[in-house]
T-cell receptor, first 115, second 120 residues
Framework: AQSVTQLDSQVPVFEEAPVELRCNYS??????LFWYVQYPNQGLQLLLK??????LVKGINGFEAEFNKSQTSFHLRKPSVHISDTAEYFC?????????????FGGGTRLMVKP | GAVVSQHPSRVICKSGTSVKIECRSL??????MFWYRQFPKQSLMLMAT?????????EQGVEKDKFLINHASLTLSTLTVTSAHPEDSSFYIC????????????????FGPGTRLTVL
């Protein structure tokens, strides 16, 4: 069984500062990794995904994440945040050989960007 | 890009009534759709996997007789909350898997905007 841990439930940060949202996973097999963003009362939007290849993945809105297999981590970063980045962020995994490419989500991290 | 819609976006109902939520893939065919439930300030929990033309697969602890799922076509899945009670109040999100969007061995899921159910 796979699991995802997002270590920080809330991350307050000032506008234009850098931010890192942490994600660690556990799985007995290889996984695909994802970051989603959720704005209030909305569904999920895919920020970026790691399927294979380069461990540094660039996504939308200036976000990037790095897959670290030895540390089983997939931390999300942005060098300079905007007020509009305030949202809930979810890390998710899907086992590569799992049935149906089902996603398991972490608990979420609320990013709060202050002016 | 692939778009998934949900209807209604919000619904308020009285305890004991049934509520139907629709999930539609607008520009692609989805043989598989997923239904998630999200309580306030919590993560998404998979309720069931809906397969076109067959019975849904429910996750452990989800009552199949209470949460009826029908996937009658390649673009529509419905979730009916039967005899709703206040504890069923939640944000329900569906996703649809686009079999044509295969990359690196993974079929991407596209998420709907969610339906907020409030049971009085």
């Amino acid at each position: 069984a796979q699991s995802v841990t997002q270590l920080d439930s809330q991350v307050p940060v000032f506008e234009e500062a850098p931010v890192e949202l942490r994600c660690n996973y556990s799985s007995s097999v290889s996984v695909y990794l994802f970051w989603y963003v959720q704005y209030p009362n909305q569904g999920l939007q895919l920020l970026l995904k790691y399927l294979s290849g380069s461990t540094l993945v660039k996504g939308i809105n200036g976000f990037e994440a790095e897959f670290n297999k030895s540390q089983t981590s997939f931390h999300l970063r942005k060098p300079s945040v905007h007020i509009s980045d305030t949202a809930e962020y979810f890390c998710a995994v899907s086992e590569i050989r799992g049935a149906g490419n089902m996603l398991t989500f972490g608990g979420g991290t609320r990013l709060m960007v202050k002016p | 890009g692939a778009v998934v819609s949900q209807h209604p976006s919000r619904v308020i109902c009285k305890s004991g009534t049934s509520v139907k939520i629709e999930c539609r893939s607008l520009d692609f065919q989805a043989t598989t759709m997923f239904w998630y439930r999200q309580f306030p300030k919590q993560s998404l929990m998979l309720m069931a996997t809906s397969n076109e033309g067959s019975k849904a697969t429910y996750e452990q602890g989800v009552e199949k007789d209470k949460f009826l799922i029908n996937h009658a076509s390649l673009t529509l899945s419905t979730l009916t909350v039967t005899s709703a009670h206040p504890e069923d109040s939640s944000f329900y999100i569906c996703s649809a898997r686009d079999l044509s969007a295969l990359a690196g061995g993974y079929n991407e899921q596209f998420f709907g905007p969610g339906t907020r159910l409030t049971v009085l």
